[in-house]
């Protein structure tokens, strides 16, 4: 069940809603909020239930035992376990067939494979479920005694299968006593609006012109570029039109959610780009593997190792195929050459020309990231240098539907540069900001609603990782 279905619009959060409010207390909503979420996880795997739940058990058991031991050999052989178990559900079911191909290929000889599926959500919620144990371990926080305070963090549904990140001690208190006002939900209900736009409007528009290019055996030349573009503002507003829906649903309920983008294709360089994109990602693996392994507070040899350790490992989390690891190998040398070689160059550079650069960069690495193999990587980008408009008029002219969408690419965009904050910026002390911007979100939302009765294409890269 993902947010943009009418299943998930029109009965599962009205309904959720409904029961939430219908009844009083605390615990009593977070049964609610549990029951419901385990029944969101359900609709799509109903088997892997079992697995969140022996996973919640496990990890609350973890926990409890952090918090009562004292000695630190003993803590950190408690804390190795929480890693190991979590990790090695990761590693059996999201890169169990990636290790035993990879090994037949060593051997020279196939090995069988796994026939169970990938679990919906599983690096989403790990992650979440590491951020409690280590946070524990490091007495960062206090221990969550309440088994249904646990679950409820762990499997809350607006963020349990595609994020944000949600670490612990950011709704550690909320999931103890919070409460729901009227501007909190409705300014929820708008973020939620917007989001859903994002996603229905433009992430599928722009993948009904990259998805056709990008899969298709035969790709003209000219075509390249449009479907770089495309597969850029795709992502973007498939990913963070959820993060937004699933940002609005917290407040619906009372959780205050962290930002997961913040404007990424405005960046002026890597760096920048990755403090605005996915946010909640790249300040998990800062804390709880980079720090660790030693940050930057250390020879630059080591630095560097670093990098590449805390970039593989991004890569992997995405997805069990060589391209997601070279795409995260393509990010740590990057970041590398920025930080120690090219610093002084770019610091000269003006700042469209920085963002240009930024820009082309970014638009490699999704190329990158959408193509699973060398040789198609390979083809794409000659693609797009060699003779890159060759082709592109008659490919165009013979599929009208790519060229309709292409319409859609301006307010993609534009949705991409901060036009919202600055408008905010410069209305919100105005009488009619709220009633203008309520208004632009209700549009959006059943303008959305039209196009989803009006097609059956409603994909979404996010929910395969």
Known sequence: ?????????????????????????????????????????????????????????????????????????????????????????????????????????????????????????????????????????????????????????????????????VRYDQVQNELRERNVSLPDFIEGAKRFAIGLGKKVILANAMASIADPIFDAQIMPSGTAWIAAIAYALQIYFDFSGYSDMAIGMGRFFGFHFAENFNYPYIAESITDFWRRWHMSLSTWFRDYVYFPLGGSRCKLGRNIFNLMVVWALTGLWHGASWNFVLWGLYYGILLIMEKYVLKNLLSKLPGFLRHILTLLLVLLGWVIFRLESVTAILAFAKALFVAPFYGLAQYLSGHAGVLENTAWMLPAILGCLPLSKWIKKRMENKRSYPWLSGAFAVVVYYFSIALLMGST?????????
Do not use: H
């Open 1 to 165: 069940m993902v947010f943009s279905s009418f299943t998930f619009l029109l009965c599962f959060l009205p309904l959720s809603l409904l029961c939430y409010f219908l009844v009083r207390g605390i615990k009593a909503r977070n049964v609610v909020l549990c029951l419901f979420s385990l029944v969101f996880y359900a609709w799509g795997e109903p088997i892997y239930v079992f697995l969140m739940m022996a996973s919640i058990l496990l990890n609350y058991s973890f926990g409890l035992l952090l918090g009562k031991l004292e000695t630190q050999a003993k803590r950190k052989a408690v804390m190795a376990a929480a890693v190991a178990v979590n990790l090695g559900a990761i590693a059996l079911f999201k890169y169990g067939n990636f290790i035993l191909d990879n090994l037949g290929l060593l051997l020279g000889k196939p090995i069988m494979t796994l026939s169970f599926a990938l679990p919906l959500g599983i690096s989403f919620y790990t992650f979440q479920i590491l951020s409690y144990v280590i946070d524990v371990y490091r007495r960062d926080t206090p221990v969550q005694k309440s088994l249904l305070n646990l679950a409820t963090y762990i499997v809350l549904f607006p963020q349990l299968v595609a994020g944000p990140i």
């Open 457 to 465: 294409y409603n994909p979404f890269i996010y929910f395969r990782f």
